[in-house]
Structures are given as structure tokens and as C-alpha cells.
């Protein structure tokens, strides 16, 4: 378990580093077990599912090791099981061990991870591809699940009942191989997704994006080339340093920020009253129009507004523009358990059911729709914030909380019992201190 301690109001500058992705790099690990040549990984945040990979790959048989502080190489000559461990589950992202291994041993055994508090985020659209590409999944006891795909995929066309982000990616792991071609529709479009294909491609596989949401992968033999390749920099950690820096004044310089992407955050940015500079991927407050505009934001898959962006905008509304902004979220279905705790510093908000929509216009599973759920909040701003103490429930309402505590005055204290906020930002306090934060880590 972390606490941390903020002593708030204190003025920040300086630059802020952004890590490789938390939602690429442990992806792009998993990659290596289509190769038993040697991989090396750049650019790789050292974080809590950075390890996991790394623990399960491990397991596996391969070897891994830093051999720079971001940098990893590994191994996967002598891979012996199939048995991916349950606590790397615990990293949504191990998920795709499902696909690699399979592709890799034609068998897996497996335990999905569980839902978190802001959705249940369900794994029935990977196992139907996975079925559609061959495979057979036998359930066994304690929620374990084990799958065969002893022969080489054959050619298919797969539709995606809807946008999953893992989903894509664990298929097309398991099409690397196949015998002749796989393609896969309304896929995903997500940059860390890309970031995985540029890495399959430059291994040897024959993997493209032929339109927006629908991929081709061409049939290659065993196994993959190595690869010496870097992560994609973390778009969620690049636009969170910057909102700490309009709410502190505008004087932290954001290093690492690739504006393609942040583009859709950098347009919500715009439409509030703020103007950002890029220059060599750094990004600067070039103008805050104060108090900011209220606006009215939907969240979506990519090219779209993110999800994980959601918080961060909600609370920088809140604190900093006039009147009411409206955030309708589309991705989870229970993505609002921050703003009960934002509520002990002064956030005032109203959360309600968007009219009009249906099951089929949100991308969690039709089954957890509710006729009257609460998927948009209406949030009443500027907000004098007040130090509290809060509880983090997730990586993003973590950060949310953290934010808040840095401009409110006086001490705050954020109970972290699943250590969620360092789960997605590296080194935070050390970055943070060096910007002037009084934040320590308990």
C-alpha cells in the first residue's frame, strides 16, 4: 500500500519526461515469444505490469534482464510452458500472453483478469476470434481457462461485435503464423496497437493496416526474426503533465509529448482557451485564456477523445473554467468513483443518464447497459479546491486526485492500497519533486 503526502499550492516549473507507454511496452515484451532470437526493448517504463511480463515471461522459459535502465533484452530460445501465472494477470494487458503463446505452442493456459472499478472490461471478444481462428477452449476449475490451437490458422475474415484494444492485439498475435491470410475488422486503431504491428513487421511478419479499422495479416512460417526496436511515449502520462501545468501556471515544458498523439486532447485544450507549442516533441503552455471555456466532451475509441483523458479534463474543468461542462462517457460503464472522492475538495457535479442513446452506442458489452445508468456528468466550475483525504480506486482516478492536491494549499493525503497510481506513472514523486512538488511517498 502507498500514501502519499502533498503539501499543496506550491509553485511548479521545469520539464516534465515522459515514460515509454504503460499501454505499449509490456505488449511489445510479449512479442518476443515469436522469435527464439534475441529482442531488445527500448524505452520501457519500469513499472508494476512492465514487471509482471517480464515475471511471466520469465515463467515461460525465456530470459530476460534491463540491460540499461529502460532498455530490455530478451530470449526466447528455450520456452518450455504454457502456463501463464496468475499474478501476472493482475496486468490487464497479460492478456495477450493468449495470443503470443498460442502462436508460439499452440497451447495456453490462462486466468482472465477481473473487472476493475471502472468496468468489468470482459474478455468474450478475444476468445470468440480466437475461436473463429481455430482455436478450442476448454474451462477448467478456479476460473481457468485452456486453450488449444494445434495447427497453424487458416485463412478467415473476423468482424469485432465491437472495439476492443487488447482484443486486436491478441489476434494478431495468434495470426502471425497462419496459412494465408487473416483479416480482421473493426479492429482497433489505437498508436499503441500500431506501435505492436511496426515491431511484428520489423521482426519479419507481414501485418498491415489496410483501412482505418480493418487489418490484413499475411501468413508467415515460424518463427520471427529478432528485433531491436522502441516504445511509443506514454500519450495518457504526456497529457496528465500537461493539465498539471495549466493548473500551476502554465511553466512545465513537457518533453517526449508526440503531438499526433494527443491530437483529440489537444482540441478539447484549444476549445477551453489553451494553446499549446510543440517543438522536437516538447510541449509548452503557450496561452491560458482565464477562466477557461466550459465545453462539452464525448468520450470514444481512437482517433477519438480517450477515455483515461476523461478524469484529468473533468478536474481541469472543474478548477478552471466558468460555468458547467458536460462529460459523456461511452468506454466503462462505472467510470465515476473519483468524483466522489474529488467531492471532499469542492468539486461539484451532477451525474446523469444521456438521453436518446441505447445499448449500441456504448463499447462495453450490451449485457452491462442499464436503462438509466449514469454515463454523463454534468461538473460546475471554477472549484476552490480544499486539501482532503482521499482514496485511489484506479490508475487515472489516482492521478486525478494527485493533481488536485497539488493546487489545493494546505496538506492532502491519497490512500493508494493497490499502489494504482505508481501502477501508471514512473517515478512520479521524483518527477514531481524535481519540479518544485512537496510530495512524498509513504
Not at 507549442?277 to 477519438?304: C, E
Not at 483523458?309 to 458536460?326: C, D, F, H, V
Not at 442513446?357 to 438509466?372: I, K, L, P, R
Not at 494546505?410 to 514531481?432: A, M, S
Request: proline share 5%.
Amino acid at each position: 500500500m502507498s500514501k502519499f503526502i502533498i503539501h499543496g499550492g506550491k509553485k511548479l516549473k521545469g520539464t516534465y519526461t515522459v515514460s515509454g507507454a504503460k499501454n505499449a511496452a509490456p505488449k511489445l515484451l510479449i512479442a518476443s515469444l515469436l522469435t527464439k532470437k534475441k529482442c531488445v526493448f527500448h524505452n520501457i517504463a519500469r513499472l508494476s505490469d512492465t514487471y509482471r511480463s517480464i515475471d511471466a515471461l520469465t515463467s515461460l522459459g525465456a530470459s530476460v534482464q534491463f540491460i540499461k535502465k529502460n532498455s530490455i533484452a530478451i530470449q526466447c530460445a528455450g520456452i518450455y510452458s504454457s502456463e501463464i501465472p496468475l499474478e501476472a494477470m493482475s496486468a490487464r494487458q497479460s492478456v495477450i500472453f493468449i495470443g503470443a503463446t498460442l502462436a508460439r505452442t499452440g497451447h495456453v493456459i490462462i486466468y482472465p483478469p477481473k473487472g476493475d472499478t471502472i468496468g468489468k472490461r470482459p474478455i468474450n471478444r478475444h476468445l470468440a476470434g480466437i475461436v473463429a481462428l481455430g482455436g478450442k477452449i476448454i474451462e477448467r476449475g478456479n476460473n481457468c481457462l485452456e486453450i488449444f490451437m494445434p495447427q497453424r490458422p487458416n485463412s478467415v475474415v473476423y468482424t469485432f461485435e465491437k472495439n476492443t484494444h487488447c482484443g486486436t492485439e491478441n489476434l494478431i498475435l495468434a495470426s502471425v503464423f497462419n496459412k494465408g491470410k487473416v483479416v480482421l475488422k473493426n479492429s482497433a486503431e489505437e498508436p499503441e496497437v500500431d506501435n505492436l504491428i511496426e515491431c511484428l513487421n520489423e521482426m519479419g511478419a507481414k501485418v498491415k493496416r489496410v483501412e482505418p479499422r480493418t487489418i490484413e495479416i499475411t501468413g508467415v512460417k515460424p518463427f520471427l526474426n529478432g528485433v531491436e526496436t522502441t516504445s511509443i511515449p506514454d500519450r495518457l502520462e504526456a497529457a496528465t503533465a500537461l493539465v498539471l501545468s495549466i493548473m500551476t501556471g502554465g511553466q512545465i515544458a513537457v518533453k517526449n509529448a508526440t503531438p499526433a498523439l494527443l491530437d483529440k486532447f489537444i482540441q478539447a485544450l484549444n476549445k477551453m482557451g489553451i494553446e499549446i507549442s510543440f517543438k522536437n516533441n516538447v510541449a509548452k503552455i503557450s496561452k491560458i485564456k482565464s477562466p477557461l471555456k466550459p465545453i462539452n466532451i464525448t468520450t470514444d475509441t481512437h482517433p477519438g477523445f480517450m477515455t483515461d483523458w476523461q478524469p484529468i479534463t473533468t478536474l481541469l474543468l472543474a478548477y478552471m473554467s466558468k460555468g458547467e461542462s458536460i462529460i459523456h462517457e461511452r468506454i466503462f460503464e462505472t467510470r465515476w468513483r473519483y468524483l466522489e472522492e474529488l467531492k471532499k475538495m469542492g468539486l461539484k457535479y451532477k451525474l446523469f443518464h444521456p438521453e436518446n442513446h441505447g445499448a449500441d452506442y456504448y463499447n462495453f458489452n450490451d449485457s452491462e447497459y442499464q436503462t438509466g445508468g449514469a454515463y454523463a456528468v454534468s461538473v460546475f466550475g471554477p472549484t476552490k479546491l480544499q486539501p482532503a483525504e482521499m482514496n485511489s480506486h484506479d490508475v487515472r482516478a489516482g492521478i486525478d486526485m494527485l493533481l488536485a492536491g497539488l493546487v489545493a494549499p494546505g496538506k492532502t493525503i491519497i490512500n493508494d492500497p493497490q499502489n494504482h497510481i505508481d501502477r501508471g506513472y514512473e517515478n512520479i514523486v521524483e518527477k514531481l519533486t524535481d519540479l518544485g512538488a512537496d510530495i512524498k511517498r509513504l
